[in-house]
């Protein structure tokens, strides 16, 4: 089992049922986290615009999911640990965000954690994915462009179209996580093959 399924199950088991509808989201957006973890493991310092739209198109496709799972978490849980849990007007420089990150997603898997600290963990991770695509966009996108490297409109739509395509896929069990990975790993290295 992959830390992903490890993670979800983790968190099904500990909701006694109150999030089996949204297994698909919660699976999505721990996934999205870990892309964005395996992402921050692997650039020390702020990384090219080419790298940085990979990462925010990644973040961006699973932002259906994180809203509808958000939305089957909160009711039932600790209003102050929810509350407590984001400081929105905190600023994040890249170091910070990327320890901060790191160190959570470490958490997750963790036994001692409790269902709604599991859960808050999470979605302070994804609240800090959001603040790295605000930070980056529009600029990174722009830079991207402007290198002359950066694929045409029509080419991100089909690549994003294809994005989430793989992950209805995964949603239904037509492809695995691993397929998933493979498949996502052959299309950054495609785009980015330094």
Known sequence: MDLVEQI?????????????S?????????RIARDFHDYLK????????NDTCYMLGTIRSGIDSLFL?????????????????????RSWSYPELRKEFLARFEML?????????RLVSL????????????????QAVVADVM??????????????????SILRGLRTKKITDEELSALMEARRKKRNPR
Not at 8 to 20: M, P, T, Y
Request: proline share 7%; hydrophobic share 30%.
């Open 8 to 20: 979800r199950d983790l968190i099904l088991n500990e909701s006694e049922g109150d999030l089996a």
């Open 22 to 30: 949204s297994k698909e989201d919660l699976h999505v957006t721990i």
């Open 42 to 49: 692997q650039y020390e310092e702020p990384p090219h615009p």
């Open 69 to 89: 799972l958000i939305r089957s978490c909160v009711y039932y849980d600790d209003e102050e640990k929810w509350g407590g849990a984001f400081n929105p007007l």
């Open 109 to 117: 898997a963790s036994p001692q954690l409790d269902r709604a600290d």
């Open 123 to 138: 979605f302070v991770l994804t609240h800090l994915e959001l603040v790295y695509l605000a930070q980056n966009f529009p």
């Open 147 to 164: 290198s002359g490297k950066s694929e045409s409109p029509e080419q991100i739509r089909r690549d994003f179209d294809e994005t989430i």
